[in-house]
């Protein structure tokens, strides 16, 4: 299996995190600079990362990537088994991936742009939300899941988008540390990664 990644791009964070969770080993092609690898282009028309390539199956968009190795490696399971509760996670990640990876993107694509309206309507939206990470251990669960997964890159970006967390959301900043001292989540991150907390 191979996954070709770029070093800061959040959506790759994902899907290296889920890796790490799981403990597959894996090809990573670190993807660096505007010229991406010739095979690249043949596997994915979007060319975009996160790709992973499991012998004939091609896949891109990381939430299909996620739930693909959810399923191929099924311990420990990262969803629920229950239908309703399965379609519950499934629109929050629709719904993170919608109003806070929309935001996230706008800033990743020109990261020297100021980007205020889309960090504003960032910060806004995880604050609107700041009830449902102190619901629960992890994100509207008692277990560790995709969810999380999804939400962690985007929590350890914030100092690099310039986002505070106020005291009034500790709620936030508390599910934040959780996840952080995981040591999948460790082990996930990249040099650069790393680097934008150090920097902080
Ligand atoms: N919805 C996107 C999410 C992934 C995404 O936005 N990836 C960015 C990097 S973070 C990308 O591939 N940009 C083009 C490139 O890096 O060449 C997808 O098509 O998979």
């Given at each position: 299996m191979t996954l070709y990644s770029r070093a800061s791009c959040p959506h790759s964070h994902r899907v290296r995190f889920v890796l790490s969770e799981k403990g597959i080993a894996m090809d990573i092609v670190n993807i660096e600079g505007n010229k991406l690898p010739e095979d690249l282009l043949e596997l994915n028309p979007y060319n975009s990362v996160p790709t992973l390539v499991d012998r004939d199956l091609a896949l891109y968009e990381p939430r299909i990537i996620m739930e693909y190795l959810d399923e191929r490696f099924?311990?420990?399971?990262?969803?629920?088994?229950d239908p309703v509760a399965r379609a519950r996670f499934r629109l929050a990640l629709y719904r993170i991936e919608r109003d806070w990876y929309s935001c996230v993107d706008e800033i990743e694509?020109?990261?020297?742009?100021?980007?205020l309206r889309a960090r504003k309507m960032l910060r806004e939206s995880l604050l609107a939300a700041s009830e449902a990470f102190s619901a629960k251990p992890y994100f509207l669960s008692d277990e560790f899941s995709l969810v999380d997964c999804s939400i962690a890159p985007i929590l350890w970006r914030l100092p690099r988008y310039e986002i505070d967390i106020p005291v009034q959301a500790k709620a936030i900043s508390k599910y934040a540390e959780r996840i952080f001292k995981r040591p999948a989540f460790k082990s996930s991150l990249t040099e650069p990664e790393r680097e934008m907390r150090e920097a902080a």
């Open positions: 099924p311990h420990p399971p990262l969803m629920p088994v694509q020109s990261p020297s742009k100021p980007h």
